[in-house]
């Protein structure tokens, strides 16, 4: 078997037989890190493959990790693991291609460290991965730009000045980081109708998605010290899917002009498991064009666009789930070494942990589209359901779930899901 | 002597004499917590008395604070002390004050212990006294919206129509909070000329501070339960200065639709010294008058205005300073009870520890005003200093330093100051 770490997209297989199916998200060549518990044992990080879980504290404990990874896994975050940084992050997938494969026998010959080590995933809790400093929501997607401030704005000059010139971002909220699976409440706010002379409280009524991707930034800078386009990819750890829930008529009322607070802040959910770079190196591709060529400090040399599709299905209660997008990010305008170069270039610090959001991920047409402002043009064309069902926006009882994997030759290297569900406002 | 902690303005005193001078901002009536290095020691909560520093992890393992806060103060942050709780807040305060005041006699009559505790405040570095999960920035002067809005939107119509109903905020960066002393490089950044048809790339031009005051959370609330403003105060540790450096050609440039990112996330300086809502208290006022009466969730009946008294100085280098703002915390339009209210009506959560900023604090004069950007009107009528020298906006070398104090009977509860000095671009 030639090695598996190197990029190369071979079709490399393990011994757990889950992972070798071409349809799992977590097969050998993908090996996302995660944060579970199971047994009623305190969280602790591992990696998925195939249909199971393994402890890497276990593997940890049984010396069977790099040294210096020693104790990082027995944590209640991947942030220690991260922060040892990039030679560790190689390492340590280093080792678990090996035992995985069975290049190296010593997990699969050991039965009791297997029973112990490989968890099956169903029987697992996933939690929030990472214990995320800042995040910071990005907008770069210009077919989605151009969609909402046709809507927002002028239909004539959808895209403002500055859009082709700055990465554009705000600064979100990271305390309401949740991960895939946690319900939220419909938010109450201010909305104000056109016709009334004063806003009025109460839930929510244009309650949306919005499908992004993030990435978990793997190696701080300091205060006054910018990262460039080219050293940017050393800076990031993995990515997840991201869904910036976004309550659209609170959104109207309050951004001018501070931008979006508590349209957003009621809670952004992310997938449990995290995609490393490595993983991802096989599906980059080309830079998309841009015009006008960028400044010089958000030029980039490498290849920093990624071809992953992505996928939305929205379900009701009590009924079958139907697809509502289907997109895929290597569209993107800005890519993610721009973003981060445009953040710190003011002298902005990033931290290990900082969750950086893609922004919606729309393409041209309505079923490309990441939310459903657009899909539906802010209620007014409503998505057919399965079953009849119909949305502009979403209801109570709601569940959206996001999904998305790069397609190898015979394998996926897959992000899971995050899924969230719609509770009554308060 | 009458109990010192009760919120009367009885003229309380120390043995430790410097506290008594009636100018000194850190009385007996003060007791304001902060992060302190001395003599090759490791980082840990103290209280500011006279020109002392009381070491308090010093007192703890002497026993003499109280048993529900042991082990609180040999601390890197003053966070662990924080989430003890309100009535550790309440029971550390009346033992600090028994201990200063020598109601109790323990600290005044052994003469090791003090030499131990008390640090002369010349000789300590102060640091960062809080680990902040989350910085939010609201912008609740009145004047000051009104003198913003005049300048970059519409002079007619200088308020926007949210204005008066939402206490405006956004998400600022936490990363780059930074205590006073921190020196900053001025920032690089997107500017653009009307008359150009292209941004450029290069140091900031109109380099600008913000007064602010920032209180800090000191009780968490959950995802999905909203902080009433009855409930707000309880949530409130403390208050430092805060003083929001602003880059305003690049805010100008950036900030449609999402917000200022760039122009503010290179730094944000606060004062040393956490000033306590019960030290406080006594210089509680009336709130403002709110016309239209607000929203039900954001109306209030406590008293949650406070006058504190406000400065700036600003110090070319190799010159004297100049004061070039006086101020007063009470006349803001929204308060901190509102600001809370808002921020969390949503369902969005708060942490221990989170800082949120009032925005610039402006009067309705020249020097009043919180910023240069308004003192000045962009620039356009520079402020004399002394020796002869003007500004319209920040140049390299220059030394912005705010203070602020409560003025009581014969005492002031004071901040210290927040202070820092431009380096030029990298």
Known sequence: MT???TGVQTRATSWVESANDGQTHFPIQNLPYGLFSA????????????DQVLDLAALDDAGLLPAAAKGAFASASLNRFIALGQPVWQATRAR???LLSGEDAALRDNAALRAQALVPMAGVTLHLPVEIPGYTDFYSSREHATNV?????????ALLPNWLEI??????????VVVSGTALRRPNGQTKLPNEPRPTFGPCRKLDYELELGFIVGKASALGEPVSTADAPAHMFGMVILNDWSARDIQQWEYVPLGPFNSKSFGTSISPWVVTMEALEPFRRDNPAQSPEPLPYLRQQGR????????????PAGAAPSTVCRTNFKAMYW???QQLAHHTVSGCNVRVGDLMGSGTISGTTPDSCGSLLETTRNGAEPVALAGGAQRGFLEDGDTVTMTGWCQGDGYRVGFGEVSGKILPAA
């Open 3 to 5: 090695a598996p770490n």
């Open 39 to 50: 047994n009623g044992q305190t969280p602790r990080v591992g990696v998925a493959i195939g």
């Open 96 to 98: 678990l291609t090996a």
């Open 149 to 157: 401030g046709r809507m927002f704005r002028d239909p004539e000059n």
């Open 167 to 176: 990465p554009i971002g705000y600064n979100g909220r990271a305390s309401s």
């Open 304 to 315: 920093n666009a990624y071809d992953i599709a992505l996928e939305v299905a929205l379900q």
């Open 335 to 337: 890519t993610m070494a």
